[in-house]
């Protein structure tokens, strides 16, 4: 078996996210996880019957829209749960995209009348929305139709939850509900080596037990490996193409500054040492 750094999994691979959350042995995860993500306007689910997403839709490009996680509970409100490992330009689209397919697939009963089951779409984000970034302690967003006068809601049946985990913060002792406890345990699963006094609950345990890594079979293993690589390969492609466009910007600015050391008639050797751009380079802005 393959020796990992980490003692329980990142519910961020694809492999982490849908062993703790999509397979039948742990429905109580993930039953309980919505429980506290929506209790206040669900009550209590009660039970939770995974369904297929890859027959949904009409098309091949339907089918190509497989959600991670796609459940109901015993009232027939469906349910889905997606994980999003790195920033999408279109992904509110995509949201509302992929709640357009339990909407359409209720039409298919006969003598249908139009009613229709809630819908909710939860999306749990390893990112921050750019037009977001400023509000750096909301984390949570409820979206439903709503009147802009009014501001009250048009129709609740429709309901998109979007979860910006990097903004999550707080530690362990400062955890007030078990929601937040929720979200402490998927941000930081992977960095844990035991499980917190104050996480000494049933449901918890269940995950740590679930998540430890020693407990794999070897072909578990290597399903997590091939998953861990895919997470980790992109993270650093990321990483590097961000790191690459700080530079851009900070050489920028250094050439910024250096227009400016020219006009001011500043000698090329002066603007070079304080720019740290080489005199090549400074003549260059001058046929630029």
């Not at 049946?157 to 007030?176: A, G, R, S, W």
Request: some cysteine.
């Amino acid at each position: 078996m393959a020796e990992f750094v980490e003692k329980y999994i990142n519910p961020f691979t694809d492999y982490g996210f849908k062993r703790l959350f999509g397979e039948e042995p742990n429905k109580e995860l993930l039953l309980d996880f919505l429980n506290e993500l929506l209790r206040e306007e669900q009550g209590q689910i009660t039970a939770l019957t995974y369904l297929k997403s890859e027959n949904l839709g009409t098309t091949d490009l339907d089918r190509k829209a497989i959600f991670d996680i796609y459940c109901e509970n015993e009232r027939g409100e469906k349910f889905i749960v997606e994980l999003q490992k790195t920033k999408q330009n279109f992904f509110k689209d995509r949201t509302v995209y992929y709640s357009t397919f339990p909407i359409r697939e209720q039409a298919q009963r006969a003598d249908w009348n139009f009613e229709l089951k809630a819908v909710y779409t939860v999306a749990i984000l390893d990112f921050v929305f750019e037009e977001d970034k400023e509000q750096v302690a909301k984390y949570r967003y409820d979206v439903k139709l709503t009147d802009q006068e009014t501001q009250r809601v048009f129709y609740d049946k429709l309901t998109f939850i979007y979860l910006e985990m990097p903004k999550f913060n707080k530690t362990v002792d400062e955890l007030e509900t078990r929601f937040e406890k929720w979200l402490y345990v998927i941000r930081n699963l992977n960095r844990l080596d035991r499980v917190p006094d104050k996480l000494r609950e049933r449901v918890f345990e269940q995950l740590f037990e679930t998540a430890e890594i020693a407990r794999f079979s070897p072909e578990q293993v290597r399903s997590y490996e091939d998953s861990l690589k895919h997470y980790r390969d992109l993270k650093n492609s990321l990483d590097t193409a961000r790191e690459e466009g700080r530079e851009e910007g900070r050489e920028e600015e250094r050439k910024g500054i250096a227009r400016k050391m020219q006009a001011a008639g500043l000698p090329a050797a002066t603007i070079a040492a304080v720019t740290g751009l080489t005199e090549t380079q400074i003549e260059e802005l001058n046929s630029n």
